[in-house]
């Protein structure tokens, strides 16, 4: 069973700086993909980054430039640097494992990232 536990998020005025990081226990595989989807208040969830166990990044257009995603395989951890923060970054982020074994998805339970102008 994989869990996932994110931590990093809080208040941060525009234009600052945070990292999230999320810790992955359980049995992690190298083809697993991991990444960080954000829900804001009255919207759906959507994907932010992700990162496969090789490397290879993807964003959604919104944050490219100002997030970086990156991954330590031995320790079983995401990290999401997000810079220049914008109050449009408000939301719950939370981290996911896809396992492209079976298509399965884990999820972690969100941690609140709110940026005041």
């Known amino acids: 069973q994989v869990q996932l536990v994110e931590s990093g998020g809080g208040l941060v005025q525009a234009g600052g700086s945070l990292r999230l990081s999320c810790a992955a226990s359980g049995t992690i595989f190298r083809g697993d993909a991991m990444g960080w989807y954000r829900q804001a208040p009255g919207k759906q969830r959507e994907l932010v980054a992700r990162i496969t166990g090789f490397g290879t990044t993807n964003y959604v257009d919104s944050v490219k430039g100002r997030f970086t995603i990156s991954r330590d395989n031995d320790k079983n951890t995401v990290y999401l640097q997000m810079n220049s923060l914008k109050p449009e970054d408000t939301a719950v982020y939370y981290c996911?494992?896809?396992?492209?074994?079976?298509?399965?998805?884990?999820w972690g339970k969100g941690t609140l990232v709110t940026v005041s102008s």
């Open positions: 996911n494992l896809y396992r492209n074994l079976n298509g399965r998805d884990y």
